[in-house]
């Protein structure tokens, strides 16, 4: 969990992914659009990702990518991240945290 907090302090937005998810894919895309520069962590292609992974698990994330980090919080996977955008509350949230100055 340490690790977790760690890195999501890491930068304004963090997204925990695996390299081979299509809505990982989505979310990164959404966000770049918006002009996100994210830390990304693809968790199968890193070291441990498998044990971040789990940890990812046992904060309610089911499945456990994409997790989506804006301003050190979790914010939820792909339904949460499209919901925010629906409801124009996602480029607020962004800004606030300091992933976009627009």
């Given at each position: 969990?340490?690790?977790?907090?760690?890195?999501?302090?890491?930068?304004?937005?963090?997204?925990?992914?695996?390299?081979?998810c299509?809505?990982?894919?989505?979310?990164?895309?959404?966000?770049?659009?918006?002009?996100?520069n994210?830390?990304?962590?693809?968790?199968?292609?890193?070291?441990?990702?498998?044990?971040?992974?789990?940890?990812?698990?046992?904060?309610?994330?089911?499945?456990?990518?994409?997790?989506?980090?804006?301003?050190?919080?979790?914010?939820?996977?792909?339904n949460?991240?499209?919901?925010?955008?629906?409801?124009?509350?996602?480029?607020p949230?962004?800004?606030?945290?300091?992933?976009?100055?627009?």
């Amino acid at each position: 969990m340490d690790r977790i907090n760690r890195m999501v302090s890491e930068r304004p937005v963090v997204i925990f992914s695996r390299s081979s998810c299509c809505m990982c894919h989505t979310v990164k895309m959404l966000l770049s659009e918006f002009g996100v520069n994210p830390v990304v962590h693809e968790l199968d292609e890193i070291p441990r990702g498998r044990e971040i992974e789990q940890a990812l698990s046992r904060l309610g994330r089911s499945p456990p990518v994409p997790a989506v980090f804006i301003g050190g919080e979790l914010v939820g996977g792909t339904n949460e991240v499209m919901s925010l955008h629906l409801n124009q509350s996602l480029v607020p949230r962004l800004r606030q945290a300091g992933a976009i100055w627009v």
